[in-house]
C-alpha cells in the first residue's frame, strides 16, 4: 500500500496489516501523513495535540509497530534525528538541506529500477536502494544572499 492517499482509510491499512485499530495507532498515522519527515518530537505533539495525554514510550513503541508492519518508513540522514513518512514502497530518494535540515521527497532516476542496480552487488539481493541528496534548500539560499 502506497501513502500518501487522498484520502487515507487508516482503519483499513491498519487491519491489511494485522494490526489492531487503536487510537494511538490512528493519530500516530494521521500525525505523519499531515508532516512527513517530521521527527519522533514533533509527532509527540502532533500525538497529543489530538489525543491529549499519551506518553512518549507509547508513540515510540506505535512508530515502531508501523514501520516493522510497512505502514511507514524511518529515515536517518547522516548526522540527522530519525524520521518518519507514509510514503512507502516506492524506493524514492530525499534531499537534505545542509543549512536547516529540511527534507523533501525525490523521485528514483528514471527507467526501469536503475537505483536497484549496484555496479558490484557482492552476491546480496539488492531489494532497496537508499539515496541522500545534500545541498542547500532554496529558503536557505536566499536568506545567504540577502
Not at 494490526?19 to 494521521?30: D, H, I, K, S
Not at 519527515?37 to 513503541?61: K, M, N, P
Not at 521527497?105 to 541522500?132: K, N, Q, R
Request: proline share 5%.
Amino acid at each position: 500500500m502506497l501513502f500518501p492517499m487522498a484520502a487515507p482509510d487508516f482503519t483499513t491499512a491498519l487491519r491489511e496489516a494485522s494490526l489492531r485499530v487503536t487510537q494511538p495507532r490512528l493519530a500516530v498515522l494521521n500525525a505523519v501523513h499531515e508532516h512527513p519527515h517530521a521527527d519522533t518530537e514533533a509527532l509527540i505533539g502532533q500525538v497529543r495535540s489530538s489525543l491529549g495525554t499519551v506518553s512518549h514510550q507509547a508513540v515510540y513503541d506505535v512508530l515502531r509497530a508501523l514501520t516493522e508492519a510497512g505502514l511507514l518508513r524511518r529515515i536517518q540522514p547522516a548526522g540527522a534525528t530519525a524520521r518518519y513518512e507514509a510514503r512507502v514502497g516506492d524506493n524514492h530518494h530525499h534531499v537534505v538541506c545542509r543549512s536547516c535540515g529540511a527534507i523533501a521527497d525525490v523521485d528514483c532516476a528514471v527507467g526501469h529500477t536503475p537505483c536497484l542496480t549496484a555496479s558490484d552487488d557482492h552476491g546480496f539481493v539488492v531489494d532497496e536502494a537508499e539515496v541522500v541528496y545534500w545541498g542547500t534548500c532554496p529558503e536557505c539560499a536566499a536568506a545567504r544572499t540577502a
